[in-house]
């Protein structure tokens, strides 16, 4: 087990309570979906998970040993967070903001090694973003500064990625390439959770889908066992339809077919 959360619980200002007594765990090779609706405390704990917010109840745990007193770069070298946006663009290209995904592993007077350019470069062209490096990054689309989120992490080759709806202001071909390349890190030994509304995104790339409401875990498990109607009409209500498809190479759950769920209009 690469990472565990205990009892996790976090209350915002004002005694909102965000997460309550939330257990989650992410082994290598996984990619874990984490679906909910609007509020049901999915960032918070992705946030968490990251040192990024305190937890007010709970342990966390990395391969057995608890992370309550690691630095902010003992923590970058074992997992990556990225946000669902910038709160402020920087004055900078998108290779220079890449590269900036390589703090953790360089020393205060650390030259830029030939490994770091490397790693930089890599990650530029798995977000396909080689052709746009010397951009500045005020002048990007969204589903730009989107990827150029995405290359960060990646540069920053941690074992862990915490993404955060990695696919809005994404085009459909951008939309599949990003999965398809997140997929990709959990053959490398690595694993990605990621927090997505877009349920039939998680029906083809999740190996586990982890459904929250209310900052409390209702389902953890394979896609089939959570993209079908008991499961997902009491948190999303009764405006879904449900189908779906056979895929030839295996998937999602035994019966080799991947869930369908669309939202759709009411009747009345």
């Not at 540069?155 to 915490?162: C, I, P």
């Not at 990605?192 to 790339?205: E, I, K, R, Y």
Request: proline share 6%.
């Amino acid at each position: 087990m690469l990472i565990e959360g205990r009892g996790l619980a976090h209350t915002y200002p004002g005694g909102v309570e965000a997460l309550a007594d939330l257990d989650l765990s992410i082994s290598t090779g996984e990619l874990i979906c984490i679906l909910g609706p609007n509020g049901a405390g999915k960032s918070t704990l992705l946030k968490a998970l990251a040192g990024l917010l305190p937890i007010t109840a709970g342990s966390i745990a990395w391969r057995g040993e608890p992370m309550i007193s690691w630095s902010p770069k003992q923590r970058a070298r074992r997992l990556a967070f990225v946000p669902q946006s910038l709160m402020a663009l920087p004055e900078v290209t998108v290779g220079t903001f890449v590269a900036q995904g390589r703090y953790a592993h360089q020393g205060v007077f650390t030259r830029v090694t030939p490994e770091d350019r490397q790693a930089v470069e890599q990650a530029l062209e798995q977000a396909d973003l080689a052709d746009l490096a010397d951009r500045a990054m005020p002048d990007l689309s969204g589903g730009q500064r989107q990827r150029c989120l995405v290359a960060r992490a990646l540069a920053q080759q941690s074992e862990l990625l915490l993404i955060d709806e990695p696919t809005n202001a994404l085009d459909p071909e951008h939309q599949i390439a990003i999965f398809q390349l997140i997929e990709s890190l959990t053959h490398e030994e690595r694993a990605v959770a990621v927090v997505t509304h877009d349920l039939n995104l998680a029906s083809q790339f999740a190996s586990r889908i982890v459904l929250l409401n209310e900052g409390r875990k209702v389902a953890d498990g394979t896609v089939n066992e959570v993209l079908e109607r008991s499961v997902l009409e009491p948190v999303y209500g009764p405006g879904l339809r449900y189908s779906s498809w056979k895929i030839e190479e295996g998937g999602a759950g035994d019966s080799g077919e991947r869930p369908i769920v669309l939202p759709w209009r009411s009747n009345s």
